[in-house]
């Protein structure tokens, strides 16, 4: 199958190596993927914080690279809302079909064991998008509890948010920081040395505190965990 990466802007500035993931994790299952090196943001950023008319251009211009693909996949499922729930009302079309990384196997491939294996422990945070606009369910989960030798933990009160929102984590640092705080006790009271999640936005919020704290436990994106072998080589990221 033939499938466009749609990286996001998050991913392609801050944490490419989920972006090459993605690649490295599909292109194992057979299919072939391609890079529209022509797009940008989808917009989110400017909708949520009132720029309507920017991002009324982005979402078109989504559609103008995107467009002559069946299957797109990103590793981010804000955005794949964003494209969703938003670009319809911007650009008055439908968008192209735009998969989270987890609708994509577990929907579209019908696989949950993707033949990863990754010997930590980890537990899962489920990002607010995740929950709400996208509702994976347990899709990332079910492919967590196939990937050999991870051992996973449960995260107590996972489906509250981590405190990031986006531009609130600017606009409300100090209930930004106290909800991150509360999350940071719940990940390291598992005993992890993981935290994983679907959005790398959510999971920089995260890490940047248990970072910050010295905890020595890591966030890393699902994409990487479902990409590794356990063999060392660049899938692997320990």
């Known amino acids: 199958m033939r499938v ?6 998050v991913n392609d500035a801050l944490q490419p190596r989920t972006g090459r993931a993605v690649v490295r994790l599909l292109e194992r299952l057979g299919h072939e993927v391609v890079f529209e090196p022509a797009q940008t943001c989808c917009g989110q950023m400017h909708w949520t914080t009132g720029y309507h008319r920017e991002a009324a251009g982005l979402a078109a211009r ?85 990937v050999r030798g991870l051992e ?42 993981v935290v994983c999640a679907v959005d790398d936005s959510c999971l920089a919020h995260i890490g940047g505190m248990l970072s910050r704290l010295r905890t020595g436990v890591r966030a890393v994106h699902l994409a990487q965990i479902l990409a590794a072998t356990g063999s060392g080589g660049e899938g692997e990221e320990w």
Do not use: I
Request: aromatic fraction near 8%; hydrophobic fraction near 40%.
């Open 152 to 193: 996973f933990a449960e995260l107590p009160d996972a489906e509250e948010c981590c405190g990031f929102g986006g531009a609130f984590a600017l606009k409300n640092a100090d209930t930004s920081v106290a909800l991150g705080a509360d999350k940071v006790r719940h990940v390291r009271g598992t005993g992890a040395e």
């Open 4 to 9: 466009a990466l749609f990286v996001s802007c």
């Open 62 to 146: 989504f559609a103008g690279v995107f467009g002559r693909h069946e299957a797109v996949v990103t590793p981010s499922a804000s955005c794949a809302a964003t494209v969703r729930a938003v670009h319809p009302r911007l650009t008055g079309g439908a968008p192209p079909p735009v998969y989270e990384l987890t609708e994509f196997l577990v929907d579209v491939l019908g696989v949950t064991d993707v033949g990863a294996c990754y010997p930590r422990k980890v537990v899962y945070q489920p990002t607010c998008h995740s929950l709400r606009a996208t509702r994976l369910g347990d899709r990332p989960l079910r492919l967590l509890r196939a």
